[in-house]
């Protein structure tokens, strides 16, 4: 699984000729297509063990086309064989034909833009064994940080090779290709008389040999152990202080907020008029920062050949920009921002999120800080359940946690504990940003603090 | 006969649908993979067409069609295995697919091998009898007058309603499972669901209220839903929650409604009695077979083949028929879900529960229709038993972690006073571990149901049926504000 999986300059001229000669068919004189194509390998070990080695060679074609009273079908295939492609065109026609009149996507303004430069060299796929002697050594040395760790029940290594092109009936071609490497490592510790602890952490680069392995088992450990005495926590109201890991995962949760799709659909707590408008703290900023350096996954265009870009999405604690496709930027009289995906109805999803202080309060001195605060707090270091636990269209919350409640000075584990609340006024209730900012592998914050926050416990 | 290792066919492979005329190709893969050390080799094939539908207020808003072939093999050498999914199905393709799966294992390909391959039995055919299923389904136009008369029925029946939605989707699959054991097996699956959803806003009040209706091989199915029935249901729960007040977080007993509110068992329980679950020392349950592990009024079943129940299954994805499995009778635990793989490591024979969302994804021991069996008692004797508690009328998603701690949403969820239902509640997550609630389900009523939904776990997103009667929990924890 080495090489690459396919020539892509290759497959756009292939498929640029395929697709003029079967749209002819149909009369279509507007089309659209996007293509990926990836190589991975990923392994799974048990004790040392190599318990399963994965590997697979995916390609895949999403088709849109326009008939003639400019109705939008699309369809999408893995089969690229000519039959598989022409059963694809002729299905986007037949779907074309339901196509929504009240609302039909066109090509993005900006779909032969130039693109941004991304520095997303390629790296070498170092094959399946050398990742598996990777892992194991990884897992044994995780294993060996402390006699409670027993087990590391949910660890991977992978890497992938992942190609992808947007190209379109009036000459628009784009194309990237993007190496990536991923490290997980989840513990599980358990001691006498105890309940087992479980925690884990989690590492991308873009190729294995710049995986941060050291880092990710440190910090694994470091997670799982600092679990292993833990307390039943009262149910009450705390002041809370939320890991990046925890902020981001929970700003992502509702990025409806920000999403002009969401806001047309009617299912986003923001309207068309709440751009300016106040949302949060003043001292809060948010941005979508897709071409951050240390967003591993970078694309440089969107689905719908949209370039990408870092865009200021709160600033100042009021909404500056929402997230918009070819058709909701249209609707909004703005330009598209490179979130959408491709389809009739192009859906709109963020990047890579950045949260930070806002411009005036850059400077100020921290009043709290998670390490040497001596107020009593609840540190959130990640929360679970967010698919069930997250109602976006109401603004609502309740998630299972893995956190510390801090006394004193003293940071012991909360045993089993949710975290409930309305994002509005978690927004609004933010008391404090710390100064540094730390990157994830899903954006980049500071610890942010909350006031207030409801905190169900078994005590 | 003992095969030998020559040129792979490519002949008839192209062909559409799959059936005998793969034989030859498969047969010289699997001694391919036999020769060069395999203990066990797995070739699964599938072929797939695709329709999604959505419609939001009143228009259809996208048709989303999709394609697509593609095989998933997979090698054993003792306990390991290896596996390569391609969409590939040339010969070539599938030679290299194999090697790869090969390679993992650190196998060879060899000239002459000790180790031989007798040979695929006759094809067991799941589908002579779903041939045409396909072409019975409703078409584009029929679906999209269908979904289009429940959003407008969700309009006329709902209140303060921002947002309407109605979905439907279509699967229809074809799969074929060839084995260096003999197995030979091929099936066509069709999955179909719709799904309607509304939020409700007035001022600062929100709702939002979802239901999903599955079946399993029946290509009427859409033809025979009633549109009325489920856009009034889903109407009345979104209207009474609307103004409803957050719940106060605490210890409580709770009932917990029949149908869609079996995913608390699925979640907490079922997962834990995968064989997947052992082998990864996840489940505080992998040394209690014969052990009381929930309360005696807990009897608990997994099977696949209820009919047109939405995780029902002619074979499953290791070409099985799948088994009726008793997890646990009167609270003393039988039985774990197993697969080829967990046979393997763990001992547990295969119960047909082999299953994997596609081909990129090598089969797991996962659930298919899941519940708990009926009680004696009518649903009222729950609610009346109890003097200060919740009622969970509606269960939203859940998940379980790696500790077997659970938690659940409750859609629509309402207090308990004095034995009797009172205000509706919002914003109820219900928190917990299998091994201390199970022994705390104390009573079944006698109103068993079940429920579509979907399962996402180490093998993908599968269709699965969820279902119990009504049941009693003496206490859990409830989340809240």
Same mark, same amino acid.
């Given at each position: 699984?080495?090489?690459?999986?396919?020539?892509?300059?290759?497959?756009?001229?292939?498929?640029?000729?395929?697709?003029?000669?079967?749209?002819?068919?149909?009369?279509?004189?507007?089309?659209?297509?996007?293509?990926?194509?990836?190589?991975?390998?990923?392994?799974?070990?048990?004790?040392?063990?190599?318990?399963?080695?994965?590997?697979?060679?995916?390609?895949?074609?999403?088709?849109?086309?326009?008939?003639?009273?400019?109705? =939008?079908?699309?369809?999408?295939?893995?089969?690229?064989?000519? $039959?598989?492609?022409?059963?694809?065109?002729?299905?986007?026609? *037949?779907?074309?034909?339901?196509?929504?009149?009240?609302?039909?996507?066109?090509?993005?303004?900006?779909?032969?833009?130039?693109?941004?430069?991304?520095?997303?060299?390629?790296?070498?796929?170092?094959?399946?064994? &050398?990742?598996? /002697?990777?892992?194991?050594?990884?897992?044994?040395?995780?294993?060996?940080?402390?006699?409670?760790?027993?087990?590391?029940?949910?660890?991977?290594?992978?890497?992938?090779?992942?190609?992808?092109?947007?190209?379109?009936?009036?000459?628009?071609?784009?194309?990237?290709?993007?190496?990536?490497?991923?490290?997980?490592?989840?513990?599980?510790?358990?001691?006498?008389?105890?309940?087992?602890?479980?925690?884990?952490?989690?590492?991308?680069?873009?190729?294995?040999?710049?995986?941060?392995?050291?880092?990710?088992?440190? %910090?694994?450990?470091?997670?799982?152990?600092?679990?292993?005495?833990?307390?039943?926590?009262?149910?009450?109201?705390?002041?809370?202080? #939320?890991?990046?890991?925890?902020?981001?995962?929970?700003?992502?949760?509702?990025?409806?907020?920000?999403?002009?799709?969401?806001?047309?659909?009617?299912?986003?707590?923001? *309207?068309?008029?709440?751009?300016?408008?106040?949302?949060?703290?003043?001292?809060?900023?948010?941005?979508?920062?897709?071409?951050?350096?240390?967003?591993?996954?970078?694309?440089? #265009?969107?689905?719908?050949?949209?370039?990408?870009? &870092?865009?200021?999405?709160?600033?100042?604690?009021?909404?500056?920009?929402?997230?918009?496709?070819?058709?909701? !930027?249209?609707?909004?009289?703005?330009?598209?921002?490179?979130?959408?995906?491709?389809?009739?109805? $192009?859906?709109?999803?963020?990047?890579?999120?950045?949260?930070?202080?806002?411009?005036?309060?850059?400077?100020?001195?921290?009043?709290? &800080?998670?390490?040497?605060?001596?107020?009593?707090?609840?540190?959130?270091?990640?929360?679970?359940?967010?698919?069930?636990?997250?109602?976006?269209?109401?603004?609502?919350?309740?998630?299972?946690?893995?956190?510390?409640?801090?006394?004193?000075?003293?940071?012991?584990?909360?045993?089993?504990?949710?975290?409930?609340?309305?994002?509005?006024?978690?927004?609004?209730?933010? =008391?404090?940003? %710390?100064?540094?900012?730390?990157?994830? +592998?899903?954006?980049?914050?500071?610890?942010?603090?909350?006031?207030?926050?409801?905190?169900?416990? %078994?005590? | 006969?003992?095969?030998?290792?020559?040129?792979?066919?490519?002949?008839?492979?192209?062909?559409?649908?799959?059936?005998?005329?793969?034989?030859?190709?498969?047969?010289?893969?699997?001694?391919?993979?036999?020769?060069?050390?395999?203990?066990?080799?797995?070739?699964?094939?599938?072929?797939? @067409?695709?329709?999604?539908?959505?419609?939001?207020?009143?228009?259809?808003?996208?048709?989303?069609?999709?394609?697509?072939?593609?095989?998933?093999?997979?090698?054993?050498?003792?306990?390991?295995?290896?596996?390569?999914?391609?969409? @590939?199905?040339?010969?070539?393709?599938?030679? *290299?697919?194999?090697?790869?799966?090969?390679?993992?294992?650190?196998?060879?390909?060899?000239?002459?091998?000790? #180790?031989? #391959?007798?040979?695929?039995?006759?094809?067991?055919?799941?589908?002579?009898?779903?041939?045409?299923?396909?072409?019975?389904?409703?078409?584009?136009?029929?679906?999209?007058?269908?979904?289009?008369?429940?959003?407008?029925?969700?309009?006329?029946?709902?209140?303060?309603?921002?947002?309407?939605?109605?979905?439907?989707?279509?699967?229809?699959?074809?799969?074929?499972?060839?084995?260096?054991?003999?197995?030979?097996?091929?099936?066509?699956?069709?999955?179909?669901?719709?799904?309607?959803?509304?939020?409700?806003?007035?001022?600062?009040?929100?709702?939002?209220?979802?239901?999903?209706?599955?079946?399993? @091989?029946?290509?009427?199915?859409?033809?025979?839903?009633?549109?009325?029935?489920?856009?009034?249901?889903?109407?009345?729960?979104?209207?009474?929650?609307?103004?409803?007040?957050?719940? /106060?977080?605490?210890?409580?007993?709770?009932?917990?409604?029949?149908?869609?509110?079996?995913?608390?068992?699925?979640?907490?329980?079922? +997962?834990?009695?995968?064989?997947?679950?052992?082998?990864?020392?996840?489940?505080?349950?992998?040394?209690?077979?014969?052990?009381?592990?929930?309360?005696?009024?807990?009897?608990?079943?997994?099977?696949?083949?209820?009919?047109?129940?939405?995780?029902?299954?002619?074979? @499953?994805? %290791?070409?099985?028929?799948?088994?009726?499995?008793?997890?646990?009778?009167?609270?003393?635990?039988?039985?774990?879900?197993?697969?080829? !793989?967990?046979?393997?490591?763990?001992?547990?024979?295969?119960?047909?529960?082999?299953?994997?969302?596609? +081909?990129?994804?090598?089969?797991?021991?996962?659930?298919?229709?899941?519940?708990? $069996?009926?009680?004696?008692?009518?649903?009222?004797?729950?609610?009346?038993?109890?003097?200060?508690?919740?009622?969970?009328?509606?269960?939203?998603?859940?998940?379980?972690?790696?500790?077997?701690?659970?938690?659940?949403?409750?859609?629509?969820?309402?207090?308990?006073?004095?034995?009797?239902?009172?205000?509706?509640?919002?914003?109820?997550?219900?928190?917990?571990?299998?091994?201390?609630?199970?022994?705390?389900?104390?009573?079944? $009523?006698?109103?068993?149901?079940?429920?579509?939904?979907?399962?996402?776990?180490?093998?993908?997103?599968? &269709?699965?049926?969820?279902?119990?009667?009504?049941?009693?929990?003496?206490?859990?924890?409830?989340?809240?504000?």
């Amino acid at each position: 699984m080495n090489s690459l999986p396919i020539d892509m300059n290759k497959l756009t001229v292939n498929l640029l000729d395929r697709m003029n000669k079967y749209v002819s068919k149909y009369s279509i004189k507007q089309w659209d297509l996007g293509a990926t194509a990836s190589t991975d390998s990923s392994v799974q070990v048990d004790h040392g063990i190599a318990k399963q080695l994965k590997g697979s060679q995916r390609s895949s074609v999403t088709i849109r086309v326009w008939n003639n009273q400019g109705l =939008v079908g699309i369809t999408s295939t893995s089969d690229l064989s000519d $039959a598989g492609l022409q059963k694809s065109v002729h299905g986007a026609y *037949e779907a074309s034909l339901f196509g929504n009149p009240n609302e039909s996507p066109q090509f993005s303004e900006l779909c032969k833009a130039p693109l941004p430069k991304l520095e997303r060299p390629l790296k070498k796929l170092l094959g399946i064994q &050398n990742i598996l /002697e990777i892992l194991i050594e990884a897992e044994s040395s995780l294993l060996s940080t402390h006699k409670s760790i027993s087990s590391v029940p949910y660890n991977g290594i992978s890497e992938s090779n992942y190609q992808r092109i947007y190209i379109n009936s009036e000459g628009a071609n784009r194309s990237l290709n993007n190496t990536q490497a991923s490290l997980y490592l989840y513990a599980r510790a358990e001691e006498l008389r105890k309940k087992p602890r479980s925690s884990g952490s989690v590492r991308l680069a873009l190729g294995v040999e710049d995986l941060d392995i050291d880092g990710c088992i440190l %910090e694994a450990s470091k997670r799982t152990i600092s679990h292993l005495n833990y307390i039943p926590i009262r149910t009450d109201k705390y002041l809370v202080c #939320f890991t990046p890991e925890a902020i981001l995962e929970l700003i992502s949760s509702f990025s409806s907020m920000f999403n002009a799709r969401a806001v047309i659909d009617g299912v986003s707590l923001s *309207e068309r008029d709440s751009i300016g408008k106040k949302i949060s703290s003043p001292i809060f900023s948010l941005c979508d920062n897709a071409l951050h350096p240390s967003n591993i996954g970078a694309t440089s #265009f969107d689905g719908e050949g949209t370039p990408t870009q &870092n865009i200021t999405i709160i600033e100042s604690g009021r909404i500056k920009n929402f997230l918009h496709s070819e058709a909701t !930027a249209r609707s909004f009289g703005v330009k598209p921002t490179g979130h959408a995906g491709m389809g009739a109805k $192009a859906s709109v999803s963020p990047d890579w999120f950045e949260i930070g202080r806002s411009k005036e309060h850059k400077n100020k001195t921290n009043n709290l &800080n998670h390490r040497n605060s001596n107020e009593e707090f609840v540190l959130i270091e990640s929360l679970n359940a967010l698919h069930s636990g997250v109602k976006a269209s109401q603004g609502s919350f309740s998630l299972p946690f893995d956190g510390w409640l801090v006394r004193n000075g003293e940071t012991i584990s909360i045993e089993a504990a949710t975290v409930a609340g309305d994002i509005i006024q978690v927004l609004n209730n933010i =008391v404090e940003i %710390e100064m540094d900012s730390i990157v994830t +592998h899903s954006g980049i914050s500071p610890h942010v603090w909350v006031d207030g926050l409801s905190i169900t416990g %078994e005590a | 006969m003992v095969l030998f290792i020559e040129k792979i066919p490519e002949k008839d492979v192209a062909l559409d649908s799959f059936g005998c005329h793969w034989q030859t190709t498969l047969e010289s893969l699997l001694a391919r993979g036999r020769s060069a050390g395999a203990d066990f080799v797995e070739i699964f094939l599938e072929n797939v @067409d695709h329709l999604g539908l959505l419609a939001e207020q009143d228009s259809i808003t996208s048709v989303s069609p999709s394609f697509g072939k593609g095989a998933g093999i997979r090698v054993f050498l003792g306990k390991r295995d290896g596996f390569v999914s391609t969409n @590939d199905l040339s010969a070539n393709g599938l030679s *290299e697919a194999l090697d790869k799966a090969l390679g993992m294992l650190s196998l060879q390909v060899q000239d002459s091998s000790l #180790f031989s #391959f007798e040979g695929l039995g006759d094809l067991t055919d799941f589908s002579t009898q779903k041939k045409l299923w396909l072409e019975n389904c409703p078409k584009l136009k029929e679906a999209t007058q269908t979904i289009l008369l429940a959003t407008d029925l969700l309009d006329k029946k709902g209140k303060h309603l921002q947002a309407r939605r109605g979905s439907y989707s279509r699967i229809w699959q074809e799969v074929l499972v060839a084995a260096s054991d003999g197995t030979f097996s091929k099936d066509i699956r069709l999955h179909q669901s719709i799904g309607v959803n509304v939020l409700a806003a007035d001022r600062e009040f929100r709702s939002s209220i979802g239901r999903r209706y599955g079946s399993s @091989d029946r290509p009427n199915d859409l033809r025979e839903w009633d549109p009325d029935l489920s856009t009034r249901e889903v109407c009345e729960s979104a209207d009474k929650m609307l103004y409803a007040d957050y719940v /106060e977080a605490g210890q409580l007993p709770a009932v917990l409604a029949n149908k869609f509110g079996g995913v608390i068992f699925h979640e907490a329980c079922g +997962h834990l009695l995968e064989t997947t679950q052992i082998e990864r020392g996840t489940t505080p349950f992998s040394e209690k077979i014969d052990h009381q592990i929930a309360n005696t009024a807990v009897t608990a079943i997994d099977e696949g083949s209820t009919d047109g129940a939405f995780g029902s299954l002619s074979m @499953d994805d %290791e070409g099985m028929k799948p088994q009726k499995t008793i997890l646990i009778k009167n609270g003393v635990l039988k039985s774990f879900l197993s697969d080829r !793989a967990g046979e393997l490591r763990t001992g547990h024979p295969r119960t047909g529960s082999g299953r994997r969302q596609s +081909h990129t994804f090598a089969a797991a021991s996962r659930m298919r229709n899941t519940y708990i $069996a009926p009680g004696k008692y009518n649903p009222e004797d729950l609610i009346s038993s109890i003097d200060n508690g919740l009622y969970c009328k509606s269960m939203g998603g859940g998940s379980v972690g790696p500790t077997g701690q659970f938690n659940f949403a409750v859609e629509e969820g309402y207090l308990i006073k004095n034995g009797e239902l009172s205000k509706p509640v919002k914003g109820a997550t219900l928190i917990g571990e299998a091994k201390e609630i199970m022994p705390r389900i104390s009573m079944c $009523a006698n109103d068993l149901d079940l429920a579509a939904g979907y399962c996402g776990s180490v093998s993908g997103n599968i &269709n699965v049926t969820v279902g119990q009667p009504h049941i009693k929990v003496d206490s859990i924890t409830v989340g809240g504000r």
